[in-house]
């Protein structure tokens, strides 16, 4: 066939389900499904109890005292040790990778200042791009050190602990910058995932869809036609909410725009896939409907948007390593608070892209097969 006019049809194709999209009225929702699946996830999911954060030592003192406060916190159903650093130079690679949540770091002089009846520094570095885990983790960092600070000066008299706390990425430590920098991929996964679950659809509760078969076109070029306008959709959204979660909730874009749009690129290529494949097997918009909710609400749960990944129970960590949502959300924050490029979200794109190749290939084949 010659590229022009097989080109010149997906184009039409596209159009087409751009107009469709827009005419079409509101959907009706069925309410026994989505709720059976939220109410399981929330359960297990949902909880803002931080407990076993992810922690790291460095103790340039390691005297008794500095050893003695250090094992409260391996003591503590609150934290987990990953590891004893070095020396202060590890501590942002240990960051940086998410290696750690906080890092603990006792100074060399921590011990003679306590005899010395002068205040002693514990120095706590948090993960400040989940501020919700970083000020509970706070929180239980100053009651273990202070506890402690008030046994050990119990029978000494001057100043004992003061802690001396930096957030990295969020110095602030506020929430609306956690929450809102991982909208724009919550964003495109409604706004992908309705569209494409409808599409295929629609068009067979109207009676319009074996119209569509029997035009000269072959099913890819249908598949690409639908897909086009739920990206593009989604892009614009996932963009615009960008630019309203910087320009009206102020919250700073530290990496760059090239960045951010190849991740809600091929995060929408992958829920594309997904949302064909439940459209594909749906007969009914009300079906459709139905299979996008079951997706979207587990999806939003398991991304690690609102509770952090590492609270949820093991075999619920590991459903999210196939869920698109997970590495979406990471790459979002990391392009708004982290300052990344194209280079350092690569990490996220590359499971986004395998994921995107496997839902695509699937809800073709399917789609192939439901039409003959």
């Known amino acids: 066939m010659n590229p022009r006019l097989w080109l010149r049809q997906v184009l039409a194709l596209a159009l087409k389900e751009f107009l469709t999209i827009l005419k079409d009225p509101k959907s009706r929702f069925v309410v026994i499904g989505p709720p059976l699946v939220q109410f399981i996830v929330f359960g297990y999911a949902a909880t803002f109890d931080v407990t076993h954060v992810d922690y790291a030592i460095v103790d340039e003192d390691r005297s008794p005292e500095s ?92 100043p004992s602990i003061e802690v001396v706390e930096r957030a990295w990425f969020n110095p602030s430590l506020t929430s609306r910058w956690f929450i809102v920098g991982g909208l724009p991929a919550q964003i495109a996964l409604v706004v992908v995932m309705l569209l494409t679950s409808l599409s295929v659809a629609r068009e067979r509760e109207q009676g319009t869809f074996d ?17 086009i306008p739920p990206l593009l959709l989604g892009l614009f959204d996932g963009l615009l909410l960008s630019a309203g979660a910087v320009h009206w909730f102020g919250v700073p874009m530290t990496g760059t725009l090239f960045a951010l749009t190849a991740v ?49 129970p093991e075999w619920l960590q590991l459903a999210t390593v196939a869920n698109p949502a997970r590495y979406a959300v990471a790459g979002c924050r990391a392009v708004f608070l982290e300052g990344a490029d194209l280079t350092a979200v690569g990490r996220y794109l590359l499971p986004m892209a395998i994921m995107a190749t496997l839902t695509l290939s699937a809800s073709g084949w399917l789609f192939r097969h439901r039409s003959r």
């Open 67 to 158: 050893r003695d406060l250090l094992s409260r916190f391996a003591g503590s159903e609150n934290f987990s040790l990953v590891g004893e650093l070095g020396s202060v130079n590890a501590i942002a690679t240990s960051i940086d990778t998410q290696e750690s949540r906080l890092v603990i770091h006792v100074g060399s002089d921590f011990s003679a200042r306590l005899h010395a009846g002068r205040t002693a520094e514990v120095q706590v570095i948090l993960d400040g791009r989940s501020s919700n885990v970083a000020g509970i983790a706070l929180g239980y960092v100053q009651a273990i050190v202070g506890e402690w600070g008030r046994e050990w000066g119990s029978a000494r008299p001057g």
């Open 211 to 227: 119209q569509t078969l029997v035009t000269p076109i072959d099913s890819l070029q249908i598949l690409i036609g639908k897909a």
């Open 264 to 312: 809600l690129t091929v995060y929408s290529l992958a829920v594309i896939g997904i949302g064909l494949f439940v459209s594909s097997l749906a007969t009914t918009m009300q079906q459709g409907l139905l299979g996008a909710f079951i997706v979207i609400m587990p999806a939003v749960l398991l991304s690690g948007f609102t509770t952090p990944i590492e609270n949820m």
